[in-house]
């Protein structure tokens, strides 16, 4: 069983910081890709920051400059710094992860893309 698990949410004043961590756990065999995702109310899910698979980071335009994406791969944990928050920032934020699980002997392996269940940032004015 692989497990996201998120922390580091909360509310903050316009203009303070977050860091956002996010763990995978269980029976993994490689993790290719991770990122963040957030969906305000009312809105889809966007990209904010991730580590694709065999490429640069990507960040969305809007928190170029203010959001910073880490990963630890011993730790298999991904991390958001954010600062500058704006009240714009405020969503659900999830962790995002393609990863290759651990399969019995004779089984095909294969990625899967896996998500957490979500931490609330809320940015007050």
């Known amino acids: 069983q692989v497990q996201l698990v998120e922390s580091g949410g909360g509310l903050v004043q316009a203009g303070g910081s977050l860091r956002l961590s996010c763990a995978a756990s269980g029976n993994i065999f490689s993790i290719s890709a991770m990122g963040w995702y957030r969906q305000a109310p009312g809105k889809q899910r966007e990209l904010v920051a991730a580590f694709p698979t065999g490429g640069r980071t990507n960040y969305a335009d809007s928190v170029k400059g203010r959001f910073t994406i880490s990963r630890d791969n011993a730790k298999n944990t991904v991390y958001l710094q954010m600062n500058s928050l704006k009240p714009e920032d405020t969503a659900v934020y999830y962790c995002?992860?393609?990863?290759?699980?651990?399969?019995?002997?004779?089984?095909?392996?294969?990625?899967?893309?896996?998500w957490g269940q979500g931490t609330q940032v809320t940015v007050s004015s």
């Open positions: 995002n992860a393609q990863l290759v699980p651990h399969v019995p002997p004779g089984a095909t392996m294969r990625a899967y893309n896996y």
